[in-house]
């Protein structure tokens, strides 16, 4: 089993940054992929970023590459989401997902990101 906790949402106006982490407990060596998702009322779940837990492949949705980065700390269980130029429809709940060769079928509670025109 893993367990996952996000920190660092918060709210920040148009065009500014903010750098989420989520911290990982248990099995961690099991870990396939980890990745960030973000969901707001009325619309379905979507895929932000993904890493792979060895920190050698990432990949991004087209809606925030480029203005987005994810990254890991090899030394430790964290990954991180640095959100830089933010926008308005950036807001949303976003929660870290951890693939243990099933898909993501671990999840954090999430962290709000709350965007100002």
């Known amino acids: 089993q893993v367990q996952l906790v996000e920190s660092g949402g918060g709210l920040v106006q148009a065009g500014g940054s903010l750098r989420l982490s989520c911290a990982a407990a248990?099995?961690?060596?099991?870990?396939?992929?980890m990745a960030w998702f973000r969901q707001t009322p009325g619309k379905e779940r979507e895929f932000v970023a993904r890493?792979?837990?060895?920190?050698?492949?990432?990949y991004y949705s087209e809606t925030v590459r480029g203005r987005f980065t994810i990254s890991r700390d090899l030394a430790n269980n964290a990954m991180y989401l640095q959100m830089n130029r933010l926008r308005p429809e950036d807001a949303a709940v976003y929660h870290c997902a951890a693939d243990l060769g099933l898909g993501y079928k671990t999840w954090g509670q999430g962290t709000q990101v709350t965007v100002s025109s």
């Open positions: 890493i792979s837990w060895s920190g050698l492949t990432t």
């Open positions: 248990g099995r961690t060596f099991s870990i396939s992929n």
